[in-house]
């Protein structure tokens, strides 16, 4: 009886944990950065994730959702994962940051075996819908709700991947449905430091 109260009480926690991340959020600061900045996200695991999880690794940074428009985020993703899989072998220097714009339907669980299904590299959070609002204005990623005869409906994605340095300023851009050899080029060319042409 004691480990099923205790099972209970874990998962009213984990819920009330949940349900708070979605509706409270705090002052975003964009450090001085033109385009990015700081974020606060309710992680896969019903925790809280922030810029400052990831200080000190490059971040890469796209929103969309698990239901996205012409399910074009797991291809690009994949695709980043597999530039990772040659610029960052050791999977200490960059971690790819998936913002979902549908926290109605995307989960912790949902997130959680979302990010799983594509790379280890994947991390992904949403935030509530004003929240979200904030961060997308501060990404400068537009927020685009289509219609869907399936999934009655979907969420654009961003379309390129935001490059923050380990120290949270921005870097450039990716663009999200290059393919891996493209991203490779560009990623290698911004944390190298070497401006475009």
């Known amino acids: 009886m004691a480990t099923l109260a205790i099972v209970v009480l874990a998962g009213a926690g984990g819920w009330a944990a949940t349900r708070y991340a979605l509706h409270h959020s705090v002052t975003l600061s964009t450090y001085g950065n033109a385009v990015g900045g700081s974020f606060r996200l309710m992680d896969s695991t019903t925790g809280t994730m922030t810029d400052q999880t990831f200080r000190g690794r490059w971040m890469l940074v796209l929103f969309g959702a698990t239901h996205c428009t012409d399910e074009a985020c797991r291809p690009a993703l994949k695709a980043m994962s ?47 819908p004003f929240a979200l609002a904030d961060l997308a204005k501060e990404y400068q990623a537009p927020i685009d709700r289509k219609a869907d005869p399936e999934w009655t409906y979907t969420m654009r994605m961003s379309p390129q991947f935001v490059v923050m340095d380990p120290d949270t300023r921005y870097r450039g851009t990716i663009d999200a449905t290059a393919n891996a050899a493209s991203m490779a080029t560009d990623l290698r060319r911004i944390m190298s430091g070497t401006p475009d042409n």
């Not at 990772?84 to 998936?98: E, H, M, Q």
């Not at 913002?99 to 075996?113: G, I, K, N, T, Y």
């Open 82 to 128: 597999d530039t990772l899989d040659t610029l960052d072998p050791s999977g200490r220097k960059a971690v790819i940051i998936f913002v979902s714009l549908d926290p109605d339907r995307d989960d912790a669980e949902r997130l959680r075996q979302y990010g799983e299904s594509i790379s280890s590299r994947v991390v992904a959070g949403t935030a509530a």
